[in-house]
């Protein structure tokens, strides 16, 4: 089943209590929270305090997605703020497998994410410590930014190593994905959809939301 993680980066930042409410209902699982510092991304969006003050208007799960340079200064904060799922990039530590053994030790599922030009075998010797890869389509810093297309045979190559392996682990995409692009990512064996600007930036994000779900 596919699941969609609506990104609240597109979303009205003065209501994002009732967004967040409104993609739930609309049947989203998850909540995609992209964390940026404007040092392992060109740009800042918010921290641990937004994702709190979040918390308290949905049930739905918090997938946090870490832009940060050494994620592990702050993995507790997250977690305090009501993270379920906690990514890191391959890129912005030392030793990634570190850190996902300490959000794991929290209870709290943990996946590394690669831009795109990083290979994603780079993931090979980890994937079975992991819960979900999060194969960048886009470069990380925006949202509102075009799919990559190269991207896409990443994803059907860790699926299939994946499958040769009798493993089966999440893979998350996201940038640039809309009701139209979707299906080339779930065919390819993408399982939870990030859509920022897709969902919250339509006319009705509720009815993006059941559409993206019944591809
Ligand atoms: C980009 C973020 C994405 C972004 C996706 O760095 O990681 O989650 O919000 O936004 P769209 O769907 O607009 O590309
Ligand atoms: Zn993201």
Avoid at 32 to 53: C, E, Q, T, Y
Avoid at 94 to 112: E, F, H, M, Q, T
Avoid at 150 to 173: C, F, H, N, P, Q
């Amino acid at each position: 089943m596919t699941i969609i993680s609506p990104s609240v980066l597109a979303a009205d930042f003065s209501r994002l209590g009732e967004e967040a409410k409104k993609v739930e209902l609309a049947g989203a699982e998850y909540l995609h929270l992209d964390v940026m510092d404007g040092i392992f991304v060109p740009n800042i969006s918010f921290g641990a305090p937004v994702i709190s003050a979040i918390r308290k208007s949905t049930n739905a799960l918090f997938d946090v997605h870490l832009m940060i340079v050494d994620p592990q200064r702050y993995i507790d904060d997250f977690i305090k703020a009501g993270a379920d799922i906690i990514t890191v990039h391959y890129e912005s530590c030392d030793n990634p497998l570190s850190v996902v053994r300490y959000i794991k030790s929290k209870g709290i599922r943990a996946a590394i994410s690669v831009k795109p030009a990083t290979p994603v075998d780079v993931l090979f010797p980890m994937l079975d410590e992991l819960d979900m890869v999060l194969i960048m389509t886009v470069e990380p810093g925006f949202g509102g930014q075009k799919l990559i297309p190269e991207t896409v045979e990443k994803v059907r190559a860790l699926r299939k190593y994946l499958d040769s392996k009798g493993m089966k682990l999440d893979i998350e995409v996201d940038g640039g994905i809309t009701p139209e692009n979707l299906s080339t990512l779930t065919e390819a064996g993408a399982n939870v959809i990030v859509a920022g600007s897709a969902i919250f930036k339509a006319a009705d994000p509720e009815k993006v939301v059941k559409e993206m779900k019944n591809i």
